[in-house]
């Protein structure tokens, strides 16, 4: 891993992930927490504090992790969120945001058009498009600092309309795409708050999670990611990026996807 976790930033990081208590939100905070250059890490989930792994965590490490609960489809406790963390900090230099959904109990992908039907679609635009937005806004304050920052968000290669040769899956792929509109619109007022800051769009490629796991069968090896794996790669993402990176939409690999 980079030996900053933010390019530019001096000082030790002040880090929050979302999604923290699975997957590459999990790994990820595992691997900031290793990180010679952060301080301190806020760990969301709904139900961060009852996660055992990451109450393992924050007993090894009680000083550099906080676990806060929030829905971060709840206006509400977003609200609530934004006050916490001011209470503990001034300044965020890394928001690492990966939660999102693509089945959930009754929750599927569409296979057709047949398929699609409102409730689902308010389902995935609530947790895949609208929460990323919202979260921005409440932590927007503890952006604006004259210090290197990174907001990045996990977003998905079927988000791209350019790139949408198969079909299918419309409410995933809809509100992956209206995540990538309303963060590239984020991204061009952040840099005016603070010109040293940078807003990415990160897809993770296939990792290995219950996610993933129900269409994994035409994934190669090779192309299958461990979320430990997932996670060092797009924290180097990071690590690199630089302001005029900002709005862009990345792979894994650091190549740009169509929008």
């Not at 952060?38 to 055992?52: K, L, Y």
């Not at 007022?189 to 993933?212: F, I, Y």
Request: charged fraction near 15%; hydrophobic fraction near 45%; proline fraction near 5%.
């Amino acid at each position: 891993m980079s030996a900053t976790v933010v390019r530019g930033l001096q000082p030790p990081a002040q880090v929050l992930v979302t999604g923290a208590s699975s997957g590459v939100g999990l790994a990820a905070v595992r691997q900031l927490l290793a990180h010679s250059g952060v301080t301190r890490v806020f760990a969301v989930s709904r139900h961060a504090s009852a996660c055992e792994a990451l109450r393992t965590l924050a007993a090894q490490a009680p000083l550099q992790l906080v676990l806060l609960d929030a829905d971060l489809t709840d206006e509400k406790a977003l609200s609530a969120l934004a006050r916490q963390l001011a209470d503990q900090t001034d300044a965020l230099h890394l928001v690492f945001h990966a939660a999102g959904v693509l089945h959930e109990g009754k929750l599927q992908p569409e296979k057709s058009v047949l398929q699609v039907n409102a409730s689902s679609l308010q389902q995935v635009f609530a947790i895949n498009a609208f929460a990323p937005i919202l979260l921005a806004a409440a932590v927007m304050p503890l952006l604006g600092h004259d210090q290197p920052c990174v907001f990045a968000s996990l977003s998905a290669r079927v988000g791209s309309i350019g790139d949408n040769r198969l079909g299918g899956w419309y409410g995933y792929r809809a509100s992956k795409a209206a995540q990538n509109q309303l963060l590239k619109t984020f991204a061009l007022e952040l840099v005016r708050h603070n010109p040293k800051a940078c807003c990415l769009l990160l897809h993770p490629g296939t990792v290995d999670t219950p996610l993933s796991q129900p269409f994994q069968k035409r994934v190669p090896a090779s192309q299958m990611f461990t979320p430990e794996r997932a996670a060092r790669q797009l924290l180097e993402i990071i690590a690199q990026a630089r302001p005029h990176d900002s709005g862009s939409f990345l792979a894994w690999d650091g190549t740009a996807i169509a929008w």
